[in-house]
T-cell receptor, first 114, second 111 residues
Framework: NAGVTQTPKFQVLKTGQSMTLQCAQD?????MYWYRQDPGMGLRLIYY???????DKGEVPNGYNVSRLNKREFSLRLESAAPSQTSVYFC????FGWGGGEQYFGPGTRLTVT | GQQLNQSPQSMFIQEGEDVSMNCTSS?????WLWYKQDPGEGPVLLIA?????ELTSNGRLTAQFGITRKDSFLNISASIPSDVGIYFC???????????FGAGTILRVKS
């Protein structure tokens, strides 16, 4: 059972380039999330999808877009990368949406923007 | 901004010692989750707590949901080198729809 998978594992971009981070889960979970992790900041929510067909902004959505492609897949797009977006990005999923429920994380994508 | 205060920020311990860390808040939580993150990996769920006063164990790990619903504690007994990593608390607020994370406790073991 793979759980939550993310691709790529590492990426280096130049300022202004675009890219899409991919995430898939095989646990039949309804809700999916994108977080970024920066030193000393903990995990901050970028966007989430409570259920297939819905997406909402989290704490730090600026500069990002998301697509809930189907129940399994949730992608994060950087349209014009900036050095401030250098971070580690984690995708997570949970069976239920808000108010409770355990979130399970993928292995992360380490992104550097030069 | 952060609504959870996690302490200590980091700690060195001697192998075999017991470890305690905690998360506190001025807000009330419905759920507490404890995660461990190894270097270069994603957070892994260790323990989930759903009721005030609940005490739950997972091997050498024990966590408690504070009776005020504003805090939670994680204890690790008889630490070993593989306990090294970052431990995060997280909670669902009573009123709100996000999982709030603490900043993490970095655990380093002196072998």
């Amino acid at each position: 059972n793979a759980g939550v998978t993310q691709t790529p594992k590492f990426q280096v971009l130049k300022t202004g380039q675009s890219m899409t981070l991919q995430c898939a889960q095989d646990m039949n979970h309804n809700s999916m999330y994108w977080y970024r992790q920066d030193p000393g900041m903990g995990l901050r929510l970028i966007y989430y999808s409570a259920s297939e067909g819905t997406t909402d902004k989290g704490e730090v959505p600026n500069g990002y877009n998301v697509s809930r492609l189907n129940k399994r897949e949730f992608s994060l797009r950087l349209e014009s990368a900036a050095p401030s977006q250098t971070s580690v990005y984690f995708c997570a999923s949970s069976e239920f949406g808000w108010g409770g429920g355990e979130q399970y994380f993928g292995p992360g994508t380490r992104l550097t923007v030069t | 901004g952060q609504q959870l205060n996690q302490s200590p920020q980091s700690m060195f311990i001697q192998e075999g010692e017991d470890v305690s860390m905690n998360c506190t808040s001025s807000s009330i939580f419905n759920t507490w989750l404890w995660y461990k993150q190894d270097p270069g990996e994603g957070p892994v769920l260790l323990i989930a707590l759903y009721k005030a006063g609940e005490l739950t164990s997972n091997g050498r790990l024990t966590a408690q949901f504070g009776i005020t619903r504003k805090d939670s504690f994680l204890n690790i007994s008889a630490s070993i080198p593989s306990d090294v990593g970052i431990y995060f608390c997280a909670g669902h607020l009573e009123y709100g729809n996000k999982l709030v994370f603490g900043a993490g406790t970095i655990l380093r073991v002196k072998s």
